[in-house]
């Protein structure tokens, strides 16, 4: 007899997100995905000068805030045929590299590591095995005995005095949990290092940025950022070291705990790659440019389409037309009046909510498609195209991980079994890896542009009659795209084709579920009143959802207020 279970909302992400899904037989047979939150700042565009809209558009999310306002001057430049210095372009490489190695570590250590770590069962650990243990899977130098038995101490004091703050909620004792008490100690320890160094490729955002969360150095044209080596106050060669030393201090940290850590328990759950694949139709985007005019990139993009890489179809440059006409989204099954498909430059964002409704409307979160097919945006999709297209670092990563993956689990790891949940948490580490690499490349083509004497950051845009453009960046979630179309120098039409939406976005007008629906479908449930595996599979995908929508209250009523003093 199959049982309805709810989970709402998901909880270790950052906006409202509700998951049902039908389970027969232990296993989940049916599942809906939808965004609890209605987004308006495409309205609030309209009319705008088109150089504010990043500013607005990082507003969407409080974590994904960089990477809207990068896709958004990018799609204004492309609108104006705007070409980009290249200090300004490695200068932005640089940001959306550090924002997302702070993110990916977030991701796996601080939102989904404790899905597959007991936290409470490390305390039956013995500190000396556990550290025989890491020591043998890396060579990090906090792998010591030292170190874990002071994380054991630490843990043992939170739970005797019933203050187990951050750890207190948790399905501690699940029968799905299966790692012994050293890898669930080692894994408690690394979560804690880990926010040390997701801080440290923050500060890497701040120097050049300005400030993060929504940084203050863009502008449609290049960057704020003044470059003279004479000048303190500017980008100067104690900026650009001080840099280095951060992406140095990074590389460590992701090679020896994050990428080491990722392949070892995921290793240890070895039947988990055959849950979650859902759809293996992939979409990915070319980004970190190495011109001025978007044509050459550090990181590979394009389509696979049903998991075969000999699908691949590359998008080549930022006027790409295989993706600029190919993009759609949909809204049968979305809160908005209408139920057609619309490029995004005709799209309209007009609410009308209904009550949950099965076979009818129930989210917030339209449906976009791809040539009219479904796609999986994120991480994996990018590995998938970077494996495909031979681009070194990701095969060099990628090699190495499943190396030690399958050294672990004692089976010989396929790239066929990345097509699942914990291929998708994989695929993360190994970009980390691959964008920390790439980090340290543009560093350098940094220092080398400034040493022959440009120190050019902006080119000034020119806005005239009826204008049209898109811009695209490989986010940390996946495939991020915006659409803006200008007249006479004002915003007459802006949408936002983000990632999550991608992802988690509803069924379609032909009734075809989306990425995070159709990987729930065949998942294990354990325990129906604690369905930690629909967790496991849902962070898998590392679910951003105020991006996707925005805040709303049907009755008109104020939600909130805040004074400044």
């Not at 590299?97 to 039956?124: P, Q, R």
């Not at 996946?478 to 007459?492: E, P, T, W, Y």
């Not at 129906?528 to 991006?547: M, Q, W």
Request: hydrophobic fraction near 40%.
């Amino acid at each position: 007899m199959s049982k309805r279970i709810i989970v709402d909302p998901i909880t270790r992400i950052e906006g409202h997100l509700r998951i049902d899904v039908e389970v027969d037989g232990g296993k989940v047979t049916k599942a809906w995905s939808s965004g609890q939150m209605y987004r308006g700042i495409e309205t609030i565009l309209l009319g705008r000068d088109p150089r504010e809209a990043w500013l607005f558009t990082q507003r969407f999310c409080g974590v994904c805030t960089t990477v809207h306002a990068v896709a958004s001057v990018r799609a204004v430049e492309n609108a104006v045929s705007c070409e980009i210095p290249l200090n300004a372009q490695y200068i932005r490489n640089l940001i959306l590299c550090a924002h997302a190695m702070h993110d990916h570590i977030v991701h796996f250590f601080h939102l989904s590591a404790l899905d597959w770590v007991d936290v409470v069962d490390a305390l039956k650990a013995d500190p000396a095995a556990t550290a025989k243990l890491a020591q043998s899977l890396s060579p990090w130098h906090r792998n010591s005995v030292q170190e874990f038995t002071a994380v054991h101490d630490r843990l043992k004091g939170y739970v005797e005095r019933g203050q187990l703050g951050i750890f207190a909620n948790g399905y501690w004792g699940h029968k799905a949990m299966k790692l012994s008490p050293e890898v669930n100690l080692l894994g408690v320890s690394h979560y804690l290092q880990a926010l040390d160094y997701q801080r440290t490729a923050n500060k890497i955002v701040t120097i050049l940025g300005g400030k993060t969360p929504n940084i203050q150095n863009l502008a449609v044209g290049g960057v704020a950022n003044a470059i003279n080596l004479d000048n303190q106050s500017t980008i100067n060669m104690n900026t650009l070291f001080t840099i280095k030393d951060l992406l140095d201090e990074m590389k460590g940290f992701i090679k020896h705990v994050y990428l080491t850590d990722v392949c070892a328990i995921g290793a240890m759950y070895p039947d988990w790659l055959g849950y979650g694949a859902g759809v293996t139709n992939y979409l990915a985007v070319p980004d970190l440019p190495l011109d001025t005019k978007g044509t050459k990139f550090d990181l590979p993009g394009g389509t696979i389409m049903n998991g075969d890489l000999n699908t691949f179809k590359p998008i080549n440059t930022f006027e790409d037309k295989y993706f600029a006409d190919n993009v759609t989204e949909g809204i049968t099954h979305s809160w908005y009046e209408g139920d057609e498909d619309k490029h995004p430059y005709e799209e309209t964002t007009i609410p009308n909510y209904t009550d949950f409704e099965d076979d009818g409307k129930y989210s917030w979160i339209k449906s976009p498609r791809f040539q009219d097919e479904v796609m999986q945006v994120g991480p994996l999709a990018q590995v998938l195209a970077g494996f495909k297209s031979g681009h070194e670092p990701t095969v060099k990563h990628l090699t190495w991980a499943i190396e030690l993956a399958s050294k672990v689990a004692g089976i010989q790891i396929q790239p066929k079994h990345l097509h699942s949940t914990l291929g998708r948490h994989l695929a993360r580490a190994v970009r980390t890896a691959v964008i920390c690499d790439l980090a340290q490349k543009h560093w350098q083509l940094l220092v080398e542009n400034i040493a022959t004497g440009d120190m050019t950051t902006f080119n000034k845009p020119e806005f005239s009659g009826h204008q049209m453009g898109f811009g695209f960046h490989e986010a940390p979630r996946g495939a991020l795209s915006h659409f803006v179309v200008i007249d006479n120098g004002k915003i007459s039409n802006y949408q936002a084709v983000v990632p999550s939406t991608w992802n988690a976005g509803p069924r379609d007008a032909k009734n075809r579920p989306g990425p995070y629906e159709s990987s729930l479908v065949g998942n294990p449930i354990a325990d129906p009143e604690n369905p930690l595996e629909v967790l496991r599979t849902i962070h898998s995908f590392d679910p951003c959802i105020a991006c996707a929508v925005h805040a709303l209250d049907v009755e008109g009523n104020e939600l909130g207020s805040v004074r400044t003093l």
